[in-house]
């Protein structure tokens, strides 16, 4: 147990050094604001952008291990969807966010850290080979349900090919093969805007988490959350081991990925169309609470620590 909480511990003690700092008024809503939007358009794009171009990249493309985790992503957003329609009566727009915060995983601020802490360099493929198809395949999703036949597909590419993540994961690939032509220099330089990456991001969520609250109750985002901590990785947990059966490390990468609270794409997705955002922001604070919890499970049950 103590081996596992060396490992959750530093991930969501910095998450709570940010909520209290913001709690007790110590730092500003401003600093939470720049410090999200620095990790999400400069030093997590650096940081994927570095492995990808120094990552051994399997040469056959892992289906397996991408439809072992999606197949839980579509079961889990179904199932959000239903339960929100059918007993909380909700339609359009916010049936779309309860889905989406229940398949969208918060990998950015939450994953990345977790998982790196967890399984090292050696996960690090897995994680942002996964990150690579993960954000266009919900964000892609989640527009088209809420547009329907006006779903632009010129608007979509658009929208994906300037995210800063979608940006990091296409340069990263792009300049593999002239890697090893970059200057010292250069490599220093996103080595440490890569670093800052993850304490950042911690800290940044840990400011949200105060700004959003549960402004919905806790209901429906109770749902969402046993959906998003528990289903989710339990499914691909068994598909990973008895369906499409992977190495130890990318099995247990899919499953802390899976594991990971409701991310913060929902809360920018419901501002957007400005439905459903007391919803999003209440299963992010929810889900995040309690995957401290969950996180020990599902390493205790991965074997790892």
Request: with cysteine.
């Amino acid at each position: 147990m103590l081996d596992l909480l060396a490992i959750v511990l530093p991930v969501f003690g910095l998450i709570g050094i940010g909520y209290v700092a913001r709690q007790t008024g110590f730092i500003s809503e401003r600093v939470g604001e720049g410090l999200s939007e620095f990790v999400f358009t400069l030093s997590l794009p650096c940081l994927i952008f570095r492995t990808l171009v120094r990552a051994e990249i399997p040469a056959v493309q892992p289906w397996g291990y991408w439809i072992a985790y999606f197949v839980g992503v579509a079961a889990v957003w179904f199932l959000a969807t239903g339960i929100a329609t059918r007993f909380f009566g909700l339609k359009g727009i916010s049936a779309v966010v309860a889905g989406f915060s229940t398949g969208q995983a918060n990998t950015v601020f939450v994953g990345v850290p977790m998982i790196l802490k967890a399984y090292g360099d050696e996960g690090a493929v897995p994680l942002f080979l996964l990150i690579a198809v993960h954000l266009p395949v919900t964000m892609t999703l989640a527009t088209i349900l809420a547009e329907g036949r006006r779903a632009s597909p010129l608007l979509i590419i658009r929208r994906l090919l300037t995210h800063p993540i979608v940006v990091g994961i296409l340069a990263g690939s792009v300049c593999r093969p002239i890697a090893a032509y970059v200057p010292a220099p250069a490599w220093q330089v996103m080595d440490l805007l890569a670093s800052a990456a993850v304490p950042c991001a911690l800290i940044s969520m840990g400011i949200a988490l105060r700004r959003y609250g549960l402004q919905m109750g806790w209901k429906l985002p109770t749902v969402i959350s046993f959906l998003k901590l528990i289903v989710h990785p339990l499914i691909v947990l068994l598909l990973a081991t008895y369906v499409f059966p992977m190495p130890p490390v990318w099995a247990g990468v899919a499953v802390l990925f899976a594991s990971c609270p409701s991310g913060i794409n929902a809360y920018l997705f419901a501002e957007r169309y400005g439905e459903g955002v007391a919803l999003a922001s209440s299963a992010i604070t929810l889900s995040t609470a309690l995957a401290l919890g969950t996180t020990l499970i599902w390493l205790r049950v991965l074997g790892v620590g």
